[in-house]
């Protein structure tokens, strides 16, 4: 079949094939799981850190060289194999979070004050799980005798409560070794972030972690890992799964660790941090930071929103992760909220946007279309000539490419729209998959969360419909009557993957697919007339 189709349909079959290929990878496929030979690498190795040293196997110290050794030549952080309970000895509240610190000077809990993330039970989103592989604020000490005797001796905290509203309020956290006293400070600011000072009595090795990501919102659809802002202001990032356990970044300027609306952020914008990737047995990122005897960075815990982030400081924007299309996502997500300011509702926000994206590319789609309706015309030429040169590909094309230059039409015109709305597509899914402004956003009617899958399904059955409509409508050379069925299934597979789209996602497909069939009559009737002028002209 392939043979007899032309240039043009070969590229819309690419195109569509490319396009169902990127939804399945993006939205079907698991994450890489841990093999066998994986996990019994992992038991290996906590099996001969238990054997010479029984207390540390929950505890391994980063054991690294300076940051100048190459990274092939440094040693993985072992993750904990077991996480034992310890006591909370200090409790803070402020009006964006609530906090608790155990008596290893880690955050063992901490709740986001967002009321629209409130379950029904009342409880709110636990950026801390209690099983991870790290905690935020957790120091691992390179010596490991000092890391086995670090993890048995407990912090001591000045204050056992700190109710932070207004000013700023520090909470010190000491902790005496036989050879050294750590000294916690943590400085709570009104922006809902806060600073942490770690200073040593005697300079040794160690590494703080931001923690591991946090877990209330992971899902195979949305980025989770660690996201590094490089020391070039460009992001790195590496996903669960993905970490080879080696990575060094230095003098990064941010690192965080995320899922799809929360984060657990170190960043410093003036010194830099250098990063540490390390990895656990499922290759999930371990971020540790080089400290040093004197030490200082900034922190940001909470949902990824973006006046949040904004406020704080314009570059914090990064941590909300678009993937590959960030260049045109970062931007369509400002289109989109300077709407919402104005319209006030999510949900028409993405109408207006779509609207608005389609009268931008409407000049090419323009274009598209009467290149469309011209091969359509030609249909029955282009069909002779298969006929006649069948057994003469080359002759074929050449008298085809002939054919279409005689009446101004390009074979690739129609492809064309198709391959500026793939980015768009992506982006704006992005978009909409990660904003955290649209979670319980509700639009009209029966959509209460622009986040979530529509409850009933009217939204991708009404895409499919619009697809369907728009095909109906679409003037096509397509002369195999096999590729011709395979096309017309388009709108039904795409439903199946739209059912468990967000339905804001699904909003802006239907929205678009709606203003691409009245652009279609539009074109149609343009093209009528002027067939119809050239009928009166001959006769």
């Not at 009104?190 to 899902?219: C, K, M, Q, W």
């Not at 619009?466 to 095909?471: A, D, N, S």
Request: aromatic share 12%; proline share 6%.
């Amino acid at each position: 079949m392939l043979d007899k189709m032309t240039q043009q349909q070969r590229m819309l079959l690419a195109i569509v094939l490319s396009f169902l290929f990127f939804i399945v990878y993006d939205f079907m496929l698991p994450k890489p799981k841990v093999t066998p030979a994986d996990m019994n690498q992992t038991a290996l190795s906590q099996k001969a850190n238990a054997t010479a040293a029984p207390e540390a196997a929950s505890t391994a110290a980063p054991v690294t060289p300076a940051a100048a050794t190459p990274p092939a030549e440094r040693q993985n952080v072992a993750s904990p194999a077991v996480q034992e309970a310890h006591q909370n000895i200090a409790e803070v509240n402020t009006r964006d979070f609530h906090m608790f610190i155990d008596d290893l000077g880690r955050v063992s809990r901490f709740e986001v004050l967002i009321e629209k993330f409130k379950t029904s039970d009342g409880k709110l989103p636990n950026l801390v799980d209690p099983t991870a592989p790290v905690k935020p604020l957790e120091i691992r000490f390179s010596d490991p005798k000092l890391n086995l005797e670090a993890f048995k001796t407990p912090y001591v905290a000045d204050k056992k409560k700190i109710d932070s509203v207004d000013g700023e309020v520090t909470l010190t956290l000491t902790q005496k070794l036989s050879s050294v006293t750590v000294t916690k400070q943590l400085t709570f600011k009104p922006n809902g972030t806060y600073d942490v000072h770690v200073t040593l009595s005697d300079p040794v090795e160690y590494y703080i972690s931001p923690g591991f990501r946090p877990t209330e919102h992971a899902d195979m659809y949305t980025f989770k890992g660690v996201l590094i802002r490089k020391a070039d202001g460009t992001i790195e990032t590496i996903e669960d799964g993905d970490a080879k356990g080696n990575e060094v970044f230095l003098k990064a300027t941010i690192v965080a660790a995320s899922d799809r609306y929360f984060t657990n952020a170190f960043y410093d914008f003036k010194n830099g941090l250098d990063v540490y990737i390390t990895k656990d047995a499922k290759d999930d990122p371990l971020a540790f930071v080089k400290g040093s005897s004197d030490f200082g960075v900034h922190v940001y815990a909470g949902a990824k929103e973006y006046d949040k982030l904004h406020s704080i400081d314009p570059r914090l924007t990064d941590i909300i992760e678009y993937g590959f299309f960030t260049f045109l996502s970062k931007p369509m997500f400002i289109l989109l909220k300077s709407i919402y300011n104005f319209v006030g509702n999510w949900g028409w926000a993405i109408v207006i946007t779509t609207i608005l994206l389609r009268l931008v590319l409407f000049p090419l789609t323009y274009k598209g279309m009467v290149s469309m309706n011209r091969l359509k015309e030609l249909s029955p030429k282009v069909k002779e000539l298969q006929q006649k040169y069948k057994g003469d590909p080359a002759k074929m094309n050449a008298k085809m490419m002939e054919l279409y230059k005689k009446h101004n039409a390009n074979p690739m015109g129609g492809c064309l729209p198709m391959l500026l709305q793939i980015p768009v597509f992506f982006a704006i899914y992005r978009v909409l998959l990660n904003a955290v402004e649209l979670k319980h956003a509700p639009w009209i009617g029966w959509i209460h969360d622009l986040s979530a899958m529509d409850p009933y399904f009217i939204l991708p059955v009404l895409m499919a419909a619009t697809m369907f409509w728009q095909q109906h409508i679409t003037p096509t050379n397509i002369t195999d009557p096999m590729q011709e069925k395979i096309m017309k299934f388009l709108p039904l597979i795409f439903m199946f993957f739209f059912v468990t789209f967000p339905a804001g996602l699904t909003l802006y497909w239907f929205v678009n697919n709606l203003f691409g069939v009245a652009q279609q009559y539009y074109v149609n009737h343009l093209f009528a007339k002027e067939k119809a002028k050239k009928a009166q002209g001959a006769g």
